[in-house]
């Protein structure tokens, strides 16, 4: 046994020695970003692209709480408050939570299945900088005359066709090219992760982020066609005659919600799978337990995601859908809870008689547990085709949708940030600072989401501007958690900045002692080329976070 | 000691809200009494009508929905409970602090089986009630008579098709003045809620409701009668409802329709049968006199007051209160080369509107008076000053 443990130990001194040899280092000034095709690189500039798009889309978000504090028109015009909630919508999925989960995609899976880089250098680069530009398009259109897209994130026909303003093509062809990025950064997940992996690690030994992305980067390929189908046919519908969805021209409207659900269903999966990896990594290091059910968790991804392209309508249960659809997909709807129920009681199974320890990434690991729970159960109540009569369109759909993806997708980012961040740049946060930023962070955005459950069973819509005096207590508690939310991101900033610039320098290739992977064998900070040479067999299993190794 | 629990959610005058604006000191005290009393004391706030939960509503359907509304959320939190109890127990008492040593069990196919089988038994358990509420509610054959309501941007237009009775619905101009205005607002017992014309029904009648749209997709949603559905441009949806109570009940458009989405209230007032017919009967009558005022002469000064009263009501919402539009969404009226041009193009367009746009057909929402009260008007206000005027046979023979 001891023997083992040396030989593994050799292993891992010549994987951190090798690279010292016979490589060159990055790239000098601005060049190594534009041209760089290191995953290291790519990671980086992603992580940093969905950070600036974050505190965009946030910034709206303050617009649009500032305005809905008190009833009235304070702030702004109903139409620039429309495109507010448009833009809001479309950067945090497009530009901010989309981007960060491929940043750490990169950054990650060649450490954790032991590749030197991911498989398709060049198209990475590219894949990345598509990004700047689409964004930089769609925040244009803010200053075009007319203003920019106010129809929505989800832009229904005919408010998007007929009834837009002219920016809207540019809003499409920005969505075009998100599309283009996204899949490209599909395509290079699932080459690596089906071709780089280290000889002798199986699928079912890799480690669970590694597994929910590649069954993400599927749903992305499916999936993004069908939007950019979708904007194709706005755009033809608005400037080359077709109608196909306009009644008049023999087109249908609802037609394009078909499509565009037909998308954003899997959308919302595309957002939570990799989340669920993140939390599959961090909880079983500070519990100090494998995981619980490995093999379950990835049969219960696999058919979330297959589930995921049979559930679309439930977004139109009022559009005048038949009843037997109606029917069929409150069926197949509620069907997710279970798979979803799994992943939860599997990382419940894992903490229990575990020994557990609550660095910053847990903290946030059982936040996100906890929270994405709850976004779960008013989710199945939405599902319910009766009862979304009374919910459809309300703020208890913008409760439901922002519990889990703020407190459900973007906590996992957070925690994967803290988790991988001192093995990325080998300095250690503040963490005593991290720690008050989590407790401020989690309680505000509580009190700025929790309320509007109770505001959307009141009855108040969502997309307006101005409400009935009614709803004004909740509003402005809402509110005032969305400042205190929103001030938490720019700590959060200050926390990541002192880190990279003065951190406590770390050595020790496992940051965290209990960690288990492949990522905590090489050296921290980890060296500019990896995995020259592929890990042995040995090591692959002995890093396995579920084979009982622990 | 409850009684602050619901007062201040029923109450639409809202006094707490200008005592947390106007002084910090309140602001700390009513975080506390509207956020922590109300956590601590949730129960009593679950059932509060009308304040954080559904209203039980007045017709079978809205029971119906509610009875399964709280029926799920019991189960979720039963399921919470169950969950979230085992987690906070290992996050206490499994803590490395605390001496816990981890185990190292990580699999178990019979466990697995088991919370995999028991959700789906509960929702099994839950699908059946919930089928059996959306068949009825979908079942709209057998009805006593039928409202065909047209979305707007942004009003709600209703025919009684038996009656033959059609008019529209706007926001009440008393929210109107209300919007940038405080003290208007606390005046208001229902700000944003109320319309100009509310949709008078019979309660005890079985009533089918037509929904479809002229421009964009509208939602038509009154809590109380379990109603939401979408209106489609060029389809036709419906749904139902017999009202138990008499009483005024509202709601709003519940999907985003543009600019002013927010501001398109509706007002459903449920009247016992005989004062129903009695309305009925008035708004034949009123229906008549409004054709009689199509036959007459009218003055310019006449003209110029109606057509200022129909603009800022119909016109004023995508044009602007002074003429000056949205530059790139809606055009100017100031200055405006159909406003000042041709007459007969100025006639046409809003008669007809113009496709594409969303300037609508007016000639099916306005009498002959109306209109050419407010072409009338366009073409002398906002310093239009083209001199013409528009008499009602001039527009009864453009149609």
């Known amino acids: 046994m001891s023997t083992t443990t040396t030989d593994l130990q050799d292993e891992i001194d010549a994987l951190g020695k090798s690279h010292d040899n016979h490589h060159h280092g990055p790239e000098k000034g601005v060049m190594r970003w534009i041209k760089t095709t290191n995953h290291k690189d790519i990671g980086t500039l992603y992580l940093w692209f969905a950070f600036i798009m974050l505190l965009t889309g946030g910034a709206m978000a303050m617009v649009i709480r500032a305005e809905l504090f008190q009833p009235g028109l304070q702030l702004v015009e109903p139409q620039f408050f429309n495109q507010m909630t448009t833009l809001h919508g479309l950067i945090m999925v497009f530009g901010a939570i989309m981007p960060a989960f491929v940043g750490l995609a990169n950054w990650q899976i060649p450490l954790m299945i032991g590749a030197k880089d991911m498989a398709l250098p060049r198209m990475n680069n590219w894949s990345f900088w598509i990004l700047p530009f689409a964004g930089a398009m769609l925040l244009s259109t803010l200053f075009m005359k007319g203003g920019g897209p106010a129809f929505g994130w989800t832009f229904y026909a005919p408010l998007s066709t007929t009834f837009a303003p002219d920016s809207t093509d540019f809003f499409i062809f920005a969505i075009h090219m998100l599309g283009f990025s996204s899949i490209m950064g599909a395509i290079n997940v699932i080459a690596t992760i089906l071709n780089m992996r280290a000889p002798g690690m199986k699928l079912m030994d890799m480690p669970l982020f590694v597994w929910t992305w590649l069954i993400t980067a599927f749903l992305l390929i499916a999936a993004m066609p069908v939007l950019a189908g979708a904007v194709t046919m706005m755009l033809t519908d608005r400037n080359f005659g077709t109608s196909f969805f306009d009644a008049a021209g023999g087109g249908d409207p609802v037609m394009f919600q078909h499509i565009f659900w037909f998308f954003g269903h899997p959308e919302v999966y595309i957002m939570i799978l990799p989340a669920f990896g993140v939390v599959s990594q961090i909880i079983p290091t500070f519990a100090r337990k494998p995981l619980f059910g490995y093999s379950s968790m990835v049969y219960a991804t696999a058919s979330i995601a297959l589930l995921s392209f049979v559930v679309w309508a439930h977004h139109m249960f009022l559009t005048g859908m038949p009843v037997a659809g109606q029917m069929y997909f409150m069926y197949a709807t509620i069907m997710i809870s279970v798979p979803t129920g799994v992943k939860v009681f599997n990382w419940v199974t894992t903490m229990w008689r575990g020994s557990l320890s609550f660095e910053t990434p847990m903290l946030w690991a059982v936040a996100f547990v906890i929270l994405f729970t709850i976004g779960g159960f008013s989710g199945l109540m939405l599902g319910i085709a009766p009862a979304d009569i009374q919910y459809h369109d309300t703020y208890f759909v913008v409760a439901h949708f922002h519990y889990v993806l703020v407190t459900g997708a973007l906590f996992s980012i957070i925690a994967a940030v803290f988790y991988w961040l001192p093995k990325w740049c080998g300095r250690m946060y503040n963490q005593k600072l991290a720690k008050i930023h989590f407790w401020w962070a989690v309680i505000s955005v509580n009190i700025l989401f929790f309320p509007q459950h109770f505001l959307g069973l009141a009855g108040m819509p969502r997309r307006i501007p101005d409400y009935s005096l009614q709803f004004a207590d909740f509003n402005m508690i809402s509110s005032i958690g969305g400042f205190v939310f929103g001030a938490s991101f720019l700590l959060l900033t200050y926390i990541i900045v002192d880190c990279i610039r003065n951190g406590e320098r770390v050595k020790e290739p496992r940051v965290w002692p209990s960690a288990k992977g492949l990522e905590w064998t090489i050296p921290t900070p980890a060296p500019y080329h990896t995995f020259d040479k592929p890990p042995g067999k040995e090591l692959i299993l002995a890093e396995s976070s579920h084979t009982g190794a622990h | ?399």
């Open chain 2, 1 to 399: 000691m409850l009684g602050i629990r619901i007062s201040p959610f029923l109450s639409a005058k809202n006094t707490s809200l200008f005592n947390i604006v106007n002084s910090i000191n309140n602001k700390y005290l009513n975080i506390i009494k509207y956020f922590l009393i109300p956590l601590l004391l949730s129960p009593q706030f679950l059932f509060a009508e009308y304040a954080i939960n559904l209203p039980k509503g007045v017709t079978s359907v809205s029971r119906n929905i509610y009875g399964l509304h709280m029926t799920i959320f019991w189960v979720c939190v039963a399921i919470a409970i169950l969950v979230f109890g085992v987690m906070i127990w290992s996050m206490i008492f499994h803590r490395k602090s605390r001496g816990a040593v981890a185990s190292n069990f990580h699999e178990s196919t019979a466990v697995e089986l088991v919370w995999t089988l028991v959700p789906l038994a509960i929702l099994i358990a839950i699908a059946f009630p919930a089928t059996r509420v959306l068949i009825d509610l979908e079942n709209t054959e057998k009805a006593d008579m039928t409202v065909k309501i047209t979305g707007y941007q942004w009003k709600w237009q209703y025919d009684y098709m038996d009656e033959g009775i059609s008019f529209f619905s706007n926001l009440a101009q008393s929210s109107k003045d209300a919007i940038d205005n405080a003290d208007n607002r606390n005046k208001l017992d229902h700000y944003l809620k109320e319309v100009d014309k509310r949709l008078v029904l019979p309660v005890g009648k079985r009533i089918r409701f037509l929904m479809t749209s002229n421009d964009v997709i509208h939602s038509w949603w009154v809590r109380d009668l379990g109603v939401k559905q979408d209106a489609n441009p060029g389809f036709i949806n419906d749904a139902w409802a017999k009202i138990d109570k008499p009483g005024v009940y509202r709601g709003q458009c519940a999907e985003l329709c543009g600019k002013d989405h927010g501001f398109m209230p509706i007002v459903v007032e449920a009247l016992p049968e005989a004062d129903y017919q009695t309305w009925v009967g008035k708004q034949k009558a009123a229906q008549k006199a409004r054709e009689a005022a199509s036959g007459k002469q009218w003055s310019k000064q006449d003209l110029m007051a109606q057509g200022q009263k129909i603009y800022s009501s119909t016109c004023a919402s995508c044009h602007g209160v002074t003429g000056q539009g949205i530059p790139g969404v809606f055009p100017a009226m100031v200055g405006s080369k159909i406003a000042t041009g041709d007459l007969k193009k100025h006639i046409n367009i809003v008669l007809n509107g113009k496709s594409g746009t969303a300037m609508q057909a007016f000639g099916k929402q306005l009498g002959d008076a109306d209109l050419a009260a407010v072409i009338t008007y366009e073409r002398n206000a906002f310093g239009n000053n083209t001199g013409d005027v528009v008499q009602p046979s001039t527009i009864k023979s453009a149609r």
